[in-house]
């Protein structure tokens, strides 16, 4: 079956995708339609305002932004649309992902990014939150999530000893 896509999952280079891909990965787990770009704040920002300004009437309902360094993504796609824009901070090679994390959560009062945790764990919870934000008004996506989750504990309860597995 055809999802719609309803996610646009964007990142600042190439090297960013072995992050973003863990928030592609969790979207299929849920089946949730998604689209992934790279779209450069600082090296392609003509594309970077294209695709903020066309979004929303492309039909997507969240946009995933993530990047490392002076990590402006997140934040100038958030001034060009009403969409909810959420950041993950790569883990950056020189400054560990603490420049990524800063430059994406100083954001000035009026134009909002909920930004996540640096790398892996970031990348897995945006997509968690689009789920938990689209299932409130999707039953079918909250059921998915909720079994998602369901299976983690499971997972967890059934393994208890650690180095075991
Ligand atoms: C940022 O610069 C990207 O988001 C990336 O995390 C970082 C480094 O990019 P590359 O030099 O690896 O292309 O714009």
Same mark, same amino acid.
């Given at each position: 079956m055809d999802q719609a896509v309803q996610v646009g999952i964007i990142m600042g #280079?190439? #090297?960013d995708w072995d992050t973003l891909r863990h928030t592609a990965e969790t979207l299929e787990a849920l089946e949730i339609g998604h689209e992934t770009r790279v779209v #450069?704040?600082?090296?392609?920002p003509d594309r970077m305002f294209e695709y903020a300004e066309q979004a929303a009437e492309r039909g997507l309902k969240v946009i995933i932004a993530g990047a490392g360094g002076a990590a402006h993504l997140p934040g100038m796609v958030a001034s060009k649309t009403e969409l909810p824009v959420i950041g993950v901070p790569v883990q950056s090679r020189t400054l560990n992902g603490v420049d990524s994390l800063l430059s994406i959560v100083q954001m000035p009062g009026g134009v909002p990014v909920g930004t996540m945790a640096i790398g892996k764990a970031g990348a897995i919870n945006a997509a968690l939150w689009t789920a938990a934000m689209l299932g409130s008004f999707d039953p079918a996506i909250q059921a998915r999530y909720r079994a998602w989750r369901r299976a983690q504990t499971e997972r967890v309860l059934a393994d208890d000893r650690p180095g075991q597995s």
């Open positions: #280079s190439q #090297s #450069s704040a600082h090296r392609t």
